[in-house]
């Protein structure tokens, strides 16, 4: 199982049961207009400990179990009770994550033991603290030794704890047109360019590679390539190079503008980064491209607009990709335009395709709702102050997050030979979380994230 699936099993296994504290909501027209009635009623909004590791703040299913900060706390043994500061960390869940070599594969990070056998009654028969571990014989005899940054990271707050988890962004900049006088670039051939170009990717959504040879579309493919080891495939293919000429038959559906929008918002899982490089523009002008933050355009509407925030972050929407013979793909279930980290309530993608939006899921009267709400985002989107307008040229890469950017391109003219890809967000984020905090950081996460 791939590492980051085993890490969100492990985390809805591991959480703790604390009631959620927003209800369920049915999609009946009562609950709609509650919802509208009484913005942010039953939710729980709350302030992170560390700040600027907050995307958007909206809402949380859960309470945390703990009170602040862990980074400093105490970890202490008393009466069969192991405590981080006044976190009390259950027995069955010390044992379940004992990292001895009987229970815990150093090499695969995987659990050995089976977690059923671990008596319900277990308790510390003894321990011993050397200041950075901690000892402890169990009841049944078994003896465990435990790391106390895991244990701190175990108590932390969610938002703390997801921050590895997610990879998340530690200095996020959100930026409107302005970030035309100095976007971020990486040179392909820069020491350690992948890890900046990641990094970039987290902090602004997108980058440019520069330095890319352009005589073929060869080295861009390796490029693309080396971030995951491998690129996204779909009913497309994965690696494309596309020529766009007047003189072909397809010319109208392939050089009028574009609007700014989210890819394959159709696939239960839309592409994670996508990339563009322009490898050559003859005979023609125009063409440009153009990039609006989602992120950003979404921090702006729920502070203008809370209750159409909310809508958008709750009103699933379906979608589509049909205009091929024989393919008629849905997503498994319908998705909101925000999608949020229930855990921590971060703001994680944002989808955004009129093209290919499908059903709304409210009763059809209820509709206008939606419609409404989608409009003042689309108002935001459109605003000259937020979209970021740039002619691609040969050598330059355009690589970014097709969860937070949207991207668009205006009308040209003459024949464009354009290559690109797809990397699913999983595979980036592997490769980001291994570039930032190292193989062994990440995998020590693991267990307490
Ligand atoms: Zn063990």
Same mark, same amino acid.
């Given at each position: 199982?791939?590492?980051? +699936? ?13 009631? $959620?504290? !927003? ?6 027209? &009562? ?7 009484? #913005? ?17 703040? %909206? ?6 179990? +703990? ?8 970890? =202490? %043994? ?56 901690? !000892? ?18 175990? !108590?932390?707050?969610?938002? =703390?704890? &997801? ?7 530690? /200095? ?26 990641? =990094? ?5 959504? $997108? ?26 495939? @779909? ?16 010319? &109208? ?52 607009? #809370? ?30 335009? $925000? ?23 409210? #009763?059809? &009267? ?6 409404? !709400? ?25 690589? $970014? ?15 464009? @030979? ?21 193989? /062994? ?9």
């Amino acid at each position: 199982m791939a590492a980051s +699936s085993r890490s969100l099993a492990f985390w809805q296994r591991v959480a703790p049961r604390v009631p $959620f504290c !927003a209800r369920e909501r049915t999609r009946t027209c &009562a609950s709609v207009s509650r919802l509208q009635s009484s #913005p942010l009623s039953g939710i729980h909004s709350r302030s992170t400990p560390i700040a600027n590791a907050v995307l958007v703040k %909206t809402q949380c299913r859960y309470k945390s179990s +703990s009170v602040g900060s862990t980074s400093s706390a105490p970890v =202490e %043994t008393e009466d069969n009770v192991l405590r981080v500061g006044r976190v009390k960390i259950p027995n069955i869940w010390l044992r379940d994550n004992c990292q001895c070599s009987t229970c815990f594969h150093a090499d695969t990070k995987q659990r050995l033991h089976d977690t059923f056998q671990i008596p319900h009654n277990l308790r510390i028969r003894s321990s011993e603290s050397d200041g950075k571990t901690t !000892a402890i014989e169990w009841s049944d005899g078994h003896r465990s030794r435990y790391d106390h940054s895991v244990l701190r990271q175990a !108590a932390a707050p969610f938002k =703390e704890r &997801a921050i590895i988890r997610q990879g998340l962004a530690e /200095e996020p900049v959100y930026w409107g047109s302005e970030i035309a006088s100095s976007p971020p670039k990486v040179p392909h051939d820069a020491p350690n360019a992948m890890r900046k170009i990641l =990094e970039n990717i987290r902090n602004y959504g $997108f980058t440019y590679i520069t330095n890319v040879p352009f005589h073929s579309p060869t080295p861009t493919e390796e490029i693309l390539t080396s971030i995951a080891g491998f690129l996204r495939l @779909t009913h497309y293919g994965g690696f494309y190079v596309f020529t766009s000429d007047l003189a072909s038959a397809d010319t &109208a559906y392939t050089n009028i503008a574009l609007e700014a929008h989210t890819d394959t918002t159709y696939f239960s899982e839309p592409a994670g980064l996508q990339a563009f490089h322009l490898l050559s523009h003859t005979d023609g002008e125009g063409g440009a491209s153009l990039l609006v933050d989602g992120f950003k355009c979404a921090l702006d509407l729920k502070s203008q607009d #809370p209750e159409a925030y909310r809508i958008l972050s709750e009103v699933n929407v379906h979608a589509h990709a049909s205009g091929n013979k024989g393919i008629s793909i849905q997503p498994f279930r319908g998705f909101p335009v $925000f999608s949020h980290d229930p855990a921590t309530g971060q703001l994680l993608q944002v989808r955004w395709n009129s093209s290919d939006r499908a059903g709304i899921e409210l #009763p059809i &009267a209820e509709t206008p709702k939606w419609y409404a !709400a989608a409009r003042k985002y689309n108002a935001l989107l459109k605003k000259k102050r937020n979209e970021y307008w740039e002619q691609l040229t040969p050598g330059n890469i355009l690589l $970014f997050d097709n969860w937070r950017v949207l991207h668009g391109r205006s009308a040209f003219t003459g024949k464009r @030979t354009i290559c690109g890809a797809y990397v699913s967000r999983d595979d980036w984020v592997s490769r980001w979380k291994i570039e930032r905090w190292g193989d /062994e950081a990440a995998g020590r996460a693991i267990a307490a994230s």
